[in-house]
């Protein structure tokens, strides 16, 4: 059946804000905030991290994640980088079910593997982009 009524639909919208603070060479924090709007309505997410490169090849990350009604989510990563590969773990419930098991519904996690180009293979920072 054919009709002349008009028809409208809207995307959702997604704003990102987020901010980091290098504690040492090693240790760095960050945050983001994040929401999502969808037909008028904000669906916020807060999240946290810690994040720990003992050396050039390793770094871990751990992070914690305020979704809507749900405040238990634990997030845990860990990336090996290799010469121009990076290898890269990441979860966002798999602490959480440890934690909170009577919590636990779903478990989310990525993995996979970057081709590196561009950087200084002696691991200083001088092609590190810098604000003046």
């Known amino acids: 059946k054919t009709t002349q009524n008009k ?3 809207y995307l959702s919208s997604r704003v990102y804000i987020g901010a980091a603070y290098e504690l040492s060479e090693k ?4 945050g983001v905030f994040r929401t999502r ?4 309505k904000f669906y916020n997410q807060f999240t946290v991290s810690a ?3 003992p050396f050039n090849m390793l770094s871990g990350s751990l992070s914690y994640s305020i979704m809507g009604n749900n405040y ?3 997030g845990l990563g860990l990336s090996v980088r290799g010469g121009p590969f990076n ?8 602490p959480s079910s ?7 519904s779903s478990l989310n996690f990525r993995f996979g593997f970057n081709l590196v180009f561009g950087c200084d ?5 001088k092609d590190r982009p810098l604000i003046d």
């Open 51 to 53: 994040n720990y490169q």
């Open 37 to 40: 709007i969808h037909n008028y």
């Open 7 to 9: 028809y409208t639909s």
């Open 98 to 104: 440890y934690f909170w098991p009577q919590e636990f």
């Open 87 to 94: 290898i890269y773990f990441i979860t966002d419930q798999a």
């Open 121 to 125: 293979p002696s691991g200083s920072k």
């Open 72 to 74: 238990m989510n634990l």
């Open 27 to 30: 240790v760095r924090f960050g």
